[in-house]
């Protein structure tokens, strides 16, 4: 029987329509039989429109119900073209290297292929979807023209993170990466060395995607891919590999999506504001790691070497049992030190204005949230904090991350061996205190993240290459040893002003100067010792 306190809570809280009353709670019907309760679904009488139903690009219906309907536009990208398959032998081995479908015989025409991979978050339903070249599309004096190269068969469903590629023709043979492989409906793709243009229509004959062959029309014997995939220009392949394609897969073989393990690297793509600037994240995960295995986010310093970095931390985390993850914040992408040290929270951060203030979306220091969330679902781990461990530059970026987004998901964080710092005093100018930066102090949050400062007993050189001296920096020391615990004391003495704990702390690592490689096998045995 159900109470009047009951229907109270139905009211208060459940949604229904406006014909609850003639039929019934509407909030628990199912009328269209899909599974979701009325309160879930977007559309109740469409079996076809409910969450998670596979997306029809630009048919104006959202049927997954994520609030809008995908665009090839933003939800497919071309990611690799191979428009000139190779007749050469260049490795060696008696055979023709073009045989990108792997049938064992190289064609001109059946290895050319289209690689086309899913950037969104719903299942994309792409039946019905075409691919052109110039010729079929544009020239009606030829005997093809109106026939499109390849139509996209009707039950073609692309998972989030899947590549659909499409051949010329031929037998295709091999896994390409747990790709949907395809053969051109019209036996040829017929994509033109010397210039062409590919073009991707929705299932409305509506032009979505192209690519455009006449700028990189010099005969590669190979295909262009974005470097790095799914986010930066096209180069040809060899340029940063050792092969000639890579059809179904990463640059690198590995499959998009994948879940990462053993010794590699990904490229993040940042949602919003940074969306333009991918970061390759190189990383170790060993053996046994499990859903519970720490994660530990490894910063470089201002050489931007995070391979090296990665390197220095995989027999730490053979050992302790951790997954480290190396970001490369490139001098391309975030350069000089306002961009990658200073967080990219002004413009100048030597001149901080309110003028040049950075929404917070667009500082450096915003990817770090989403880069552990990226991590987490690509190792599938159960972790809710990540450690840290920044070295010189990596300790700048990391102590600043502390300071001005002090409520993130952080275990401890590591900083080692920084230059210089901001110090959390509102009296000091930025970038060394707070002074005209966005940070007040007024109930310091940042106190209580587990920052921690580890210094080379030996990092004294006052000379030391690239060791920043101004009047503001030398007023913390004239080496890395004395200005770390000036930062300390200063540190102590504002939260002891402020009446409020601090957890920050300074460690001291005997015999070991300005070397990244020494202040990480110690800052590995650290940590081990801090979490058990």
Partial sequence: MTSLSNIVLLLAFGPWTQNSWASGWCWWNDDDQDGFWAY???????????????????DGIDQDCDGSDASLETALLINEVHYDPSNADLDGDGNEDGDANGDGTRSSSADEFVELVNVSDSTLDLGGVTLWDDENLNDPGASTFGVPNHLVPSDTL?????????????????????????????????????????????????????????????????????????????????????????????????????????????????????????????????????????????????????????DAWIAEADTHDFAVFAPEFTDTLFPTGDAYNLGNIFEDGDNPTTATLNPVDEWTLSLVEPLFDEVVDRTGSCETVFHAFGHSAGAQFLHRLAIFLPDGPYGTLIAANSGWYTVPDPAVTFPYGLGASPQELECPTWFDVELVVHIGSDDTDPNSPGLRHTVEADAQGLNRYDRAYYFLQESEAVALAESVSIEWELVEVPGVGHVQEDMADFAGDWLADRLD
């Fill in 40 to 58: 879930e679904d977007c559309d109740d009488n469409d079996a076809t429109i409910a969450p998670g139903m596979p997306e029809i690009p630009d």
């Fill in 158 to 310: 692309l998972e989030p993170a899947e590549a659909l590629v499409v051949f010329g023709g031929g037998t295709p043979t091999g896994a390409f990466g747990g790709a949907i492989v395809q053969t051109s409906t019209s036996g040829n793709l017929n994509l033109n060395n010397s210039g062409d243009l590919l073009t991707v229509q929705d299932a409305a004959g509506v032009d979505r995607l192209t690519f455009d062959v006449e700028p990189l029309s010099n005969n590669p014997n190979e295909s262009y891919t974005r470097n790095p995939d799914l986010a930066g220009p096209f180069e040809q392949h060899d340029d940063n590999t050792d092969v000639l394609f890579s059809p179904g897969t990463r640059s690198d073989g590995t499959a998009f999506g994948a879940a990462v393990a053993g010794t590699g690297s990904f490229t993040f793509v940042p949602d919003g504001a940074l969306s333009d600037r991918p970061v390759n994240v190189h990383y170790h995960v060993p053996a046994g790691a499990d859903a519970y295995t720490p994660i530990v986010l490894v910063f470089h310093g201002a050489s931007r070497n995070a391979a090296e970095y990665r």
